[in-house]
């Protein structure tokens, strides 16, 4: 069964911080893992990442792949309040479904 | 990016009724959408797949008769939560899949619809 764990489940810090979310999976036929950031409402689309090695960036967060030790984490410095969310890490295997992780909640403190 | 819609956003209904949700692609043909249901603080569980023009592939543990799931046109599908009690009450998303956006056969998700029975 595909399965998807991230890590922490929760972390608090303060604006200008650095963080790092970690997100190990087990999937049949790996296609690709995507993260996710989740506010109030539906989740919103950061990254995808098929490939491993390459950094995807997009302006502070950024975000890799290790297809070999299966796991990616999602990066962002110097934190805003803005960031504060629940970012979700999601795995398509063959069967072209989307397996979610159980997110990692971030606050970020002024 | 590629939009999609659900109608409506919130809904609150009394216990027995049925509710129908929406999910429109608004810019793209979706070959196939997915209905998820989320409860309060964890993560997203897909319900099922629908691809258009045949019947909906339920993940186990759904109810295809609690939950019916039409994907008509390749714009839209619709979910129907029969006989609503409150342990359904959750927030339901849909996401749409097709070519969009560069082909790259990425979901895009709507906005997500707030169920609350009474």
């Known amino acids: 069964e595909d399965k998807v764990v991230q890590s922490p489940l929760s972390l608090v810090v303060h604006e200008g911080d650095t963080v790092t979310l970690n997100c190990s999976y087990e999937v049949t036929n790996f296609r690709s893992l995507l993260w996710y950031k989740q506010e109030k409402k539906a989740p919103t689309f950061l990254f995808m990442l098929?490939?491993?090695?390459i950094e995807k960036k997009s302006g502070r967060l950024s975000s890799i792949l290790d297809k070999k030790e299966l796991f990616s984490i999602l990066n962002i410095t110097a934190t805003q309040t803005g960031d504060s969310a629940v970012y979700l890490c999601a795995v398509e295997g063959g069967s072209e479904k989307l397996v979610f992780g159980k997110g990692t909640k971030l606050t970020v403190n002024p | 990016g590629a939009v999609v819609s659900q109608h409506p956003s919130r809904v609150i209904c009394k216990s027995g009724t049925s509710v129908k949700i929406e999910c429109r692609s608004l810019?793209?043909?979706?070959?196939?959408m997915f209905w998820y249901r989320q409860f309060p603080k964890k993560s997203l569980m897909l319900m099922a797949t629908s691809n258009e023009g045949s019947k909906a592939t339920y993940e186990q543990g759904v109810e295809k008769d609690k939950f019916l799931i039409n994907h008509a046109s390749l714009t839209l599908s619709t979910l129907t939560v029969t006989s609503a009690h409150p342990e359904d009450s959750s927030f339901y998303i849909c996401s749409a899949r097709g070519l969009a956006g560069g082909g790259n056969n990425e979901q895009f998700f709507g906005p997500g619809t707030r169920l609350t029975v009474l």
């Open positions: 810019d793209f043909q979706a070959t196939t």
């Open positions: 098929t490939s491993s090695g």
